[in-house]
């Protein structure tokens, strides 16, 4: 059974539903929640040769700083014990990192189902990649489609 298990969340309505499946199973497992929120930047944000503006990087901590609270809250106003980390650097290595860190035997996260097999290749997926190098299980919640179900619209 999990022992320990890292929830990975973003605030988005995916890590909502990640937040729900993760409180579910860790009150049914008992088991010991971590929540983990990964401050990142684009490499759009990059200026010449890697440099970062320290007040970008900061800003974005900041952010994710009040989105790792928000999920802390949001546990523990349903009785859950949770212990916070914020990382910041690439979400899949942070999370396998912070996985190994706490000793997690499951990492939990939200998936956003992508129009199209082509939009996946082309811009990635933690989810995936996690697949890979996830240093234990992994469960990835898909949110519920919202009312109207999904967009027609391509881009």
């Known amino acids: 059974m999990f022992k320990r298990i890292l929830m990975a969340y973003n605030g988005t309505r995916e890590g909502h539903a990640a937040l729900f499946a993760c409180r579910e199973l860790a009150t049914f497992a008992k088991a010991e929640t971590h929540l983990l929120a990964v401050a990142t930047m684009p490499s759009s944000m990059f200026l010449t040769e890697g440099f970062l503006p320290e007040e970008l990087i900061e800003e974005e901590k900041k952010r994710m700083q009040g989105v790792l609270e928000e999920g802390i809250a949001s546990l523990k106003e349903c009785g859950y014990s949770v212990t916070g980390h914020l990382a910041v650097g690439e979400p899949v290595e942070e999370i396998c990192r912070v996985a190994s860190e706490v000793k997690a035997d499951l990492i939990v996260l939200g ?45």
């Open 111 to 155: 998936h956003k189902q992508k129009q199209s097999f082509a939009a996946r290749w082309w811009r990635g997926s933690v989810g995936a990649t996690l697949l890979d190098y996830a240093p234990c299980a992994l469960l990835v919640a898909l949110a519920p489609e919202p009312a109207g179900g999904r967009s027609s619209s391509s881009a």
